[in-house]
């Protein structure tokens, strides 16, 4: 109990902090997963039009996601330095796996009679693109999504150990100064965080399949 | 008369399969085309080559006296209407907009059209306007094939394309589904291809029947003429066993 006390004295003291922190956390997530989903969406749409090209991608890809969210950003710091901007490129490499993945699956994955009826009734590519595919996949492309807005939330707080800001510094802070109630008030706040932004999107996802009728 | 639709020589591989082989038919002006035969008989392929879903290896195929290999397949498709058998409907699409998708995609219809041009098309087919704003998933396994019927003829099409359109739906709904786009057609006065493998049908709805096997015409004729003297022992053997499913 009184641990939990010296938490909330904790929460109590440095808000203006905390709420920094957590303003750098979102911002981070925020860019990133704009880039990882942009730059995803259209990988996943290219290699789900051109087939020849969908292994290749997703052997990067793969790679990329294989890689230890810590030794990815071990291996970034020589190229582009530590701080905001190394958070970010890890995140989004890490980010894009997912949003490539799923679109490509949600844009192949689509009744073989729709995209029959679409085709002969007179439908161009582009339109099919737009018009079917992409809608009946979007539940799959924003279940990708809010894959790489979690996976965002937790790379970024390891990247405030190269001075990435965000949550992740509270606890990094904690363990240099061996203060325990401050690694629990970083590590809590991000566990709200994550499953705030997980429950949100997944209302957002639900959402959008009823709209569209998609499973 | 010109011809609604040609094949001149049309044979189609799928790797040692030859699903078409050296097929030569003309289908007439407004004339309701029935295609029978077992499955892998190359009917469907038939179809297919109409609207350039395929290609042919060697020969032709002329719709309207043009070359379908030289034409604008996406107009030429805009102007043949297709209905499948599991229908194809746009599952995240309204009734109404599934019905006026041919339409959209060429800009033919205004958004605030829509609604007025949707509604003569399916009363036309047997459908309560009323059921517009439904989408796919609420409709009955019947209404499904309507819409889907409806969505076809939206562009007003001089030709319509049907792969079994009835075949997933339940015997006294296909009844009366086959009336109905009997009616259709003498009232429309279009060039009908309908696909099946019920000699039944077939019978009943074509003006002619097409019998095929292993991708060859066996029979081409009026369904009278066929019944009296069927040209090969496979009609005779579907013959035999529709009138045992009757008698």
């Not at chain 2, 290896?57 to 102007?79: K, M, N, P, W």
């Not at chain 2, 019947?142 to 076809?152: L, T």
């Amino acid at each position: 109990m009184e641990f939990l006390q010296k938490v909330l004295q904790i929460y109590i003291d440095r808000w203006p902090w905390f709420l920094e922190l957590i303003g750098e956390q979102l911002k981070i997530s925020l860019i990133s997963v704009f880039l990882a989903g942009s730059l995803g969406l259209v990988i996943g749409i290219l290699i789900a039009e051109y087939p020849r090209f969908r292994e290749p991608v997703m052997a990067v890809c793969n790679i990329f996601y294989t890689i230890p969210a810590i030794a990815l950003i071990g291996l970034l710091i020589p190229l582009i330095g530590i701080g905001e901007k190394n958070a970010i490129a890890a995140i989004v490499l890490y980010g894009i796996m997912p949003m490539v993945r799923n679109t490509c699956t949600g844009l192949t994955g689509i009744n073989a009679g729709t995209i029959d009826a679409a085709t002969g009734l007179g439908s161009t590519r582009w339109q099919i693109l737009v018009r079917i595919r992409l809608p009946l996949a979007s539940g799959v492309i924003l279940a990708g999504l809010r894959n790489v807005v979690v996976m965002s939330i937790a790379t970024g707080s390891i990247a405030a150990f190269v001075g990435g800001g965000g949550l992740g510094e509270a606890i990094y802070r904690g363990i240099t100064m061996y203060n325990p109630a401050m690694t629990f008030a970083g590590g809590f706040m991000l566990v709200v965080l994550a499953l705030t932004c997980d429950f949100l999107l997944g209302r957002l996802e639900k959402f959008i399949k009823k709209k569209w009728r998609t499973s | 008369m010109e011809a609604a639709i040609r094949f001149e020589n049309v044979t189609v591989r799928y790797g040692d399969h030859t699903a078409l082989d050296d097929f030569t038919i003309s289908i007439r002006e407004g004339e309701f085309l029935t295609i029978i035969g077992r499955s892998g008989c190359g009917k469907t392929t038939a179809l297919r080559l109409i609207n350039g879903l395929l290609t042919p290896d060697e020969g032709h195929v002329y719709v309207r006296g043009t070359d379908v290999a030289d034409s604008d397949l996406i107009r030429l498709r805009r102007s043949i209407g297709y209905a499948i058998q599991d229908v194809g409907l746009f599952p995240h699409m309204t009734v109404k907009e599934n019905v006026a998708y041919v339409p959209s995609l060429s800009g033919m219809w205004n958004k605030a059209e829509k609604e007025e041009k949707v509604r003569p098309l399916l009363e036309m087919v047997g459908l309560d306007p009323e059921l517009m704003k439904r989408y796919p998933d609420e409709l009955s396994g019947g209404q499904k094939q309507r819409v889907g019927i409806a969505r076809a003829l939206a562009a007003g099409p001089e030709i319509l394309l049907m792969d079994e359109p009835f075949g997933a739906v339940d015997e006294i709904t296909r009844r009366s589904l086959q009336t109905e786009i009997k009616q259709l057609q003498n009232r429309l006065h279009i060039t009908i291809v309908f696909v099946t493998h019920d000699i039944h049908e077939a019978m009943m709805l074509g003006d002619r029947m097409l019998v095929m096997d292993a991708g060859h015409v066996l029979q081409l004729d009026e369904p009278e003429t066929v019944r009296k003297n069927p040209a090969a022992p496979f009609v005779r053997e579907l013959l035999r066993k529709e009138s045992e499913e009757e008698g």
